[in-house]
């Protein structure tokens, strides 16, 4: 059973940066593209970052590119998400998702999900 835990949430001052990882057990991680989402109060849920499964493919929202880097160590078992330069409206709740074939940016493609970590950005 596959497993996905993030961490690396917290309270940041605008314009500050937090790195968030997610930690994948149970199966092959290199077999996996990943990808980050968040969900803000009263919004839908939506894509931030994905990454292929050997790291050298990665796709950005247009709201994070330049300033979000999605990055894994597969000898890790561990998927990256480095914050900078963060906004208020970057506050969410930010989940990580694996899929077993290539990463894009559409959520409901992903078969397993963690449970999310909180990152709130004061102005």
């Known amino acids: 059973q596959v497993q996905l835990v993030e961490s690396g949430g917290g309270y940041v001052q605008a314009g500050g940066s937090l790195r968030l990882s997610c930690a994948v057990s149970g199966r092959i991680f290199s077999t996996y593209g990943m990808g980050w989402f968040r969900q803000a109060p009263g919004k839908e849920r939506e894509f931030v970052a994905a990454i292929s499964r050997s790291g050298s493919t990665t796709l950005y929202a247009d709201s994070v590119k330049g300033r979000f880097i999605i990055s894994r160590d597969n000898a890790k078992n561990t998927v990256y998400l480095q914050m900078n330069s963060l906004k208020p409206e970057d506050t969410a709740v930010y989940y990580c998702?694996?899929?077993?074939?290539?990463?894009?940016?559409?959520?409901?493609?992903?078969?397993?999900w963690g449970q999310g970590t909180q990152v709130t950005v004061s102005s």
């Open positions: 998702a694996g899929r077993t074939t290539y990463s894009d940016s559409i959520a409901s493609n992903y078969d397993i």
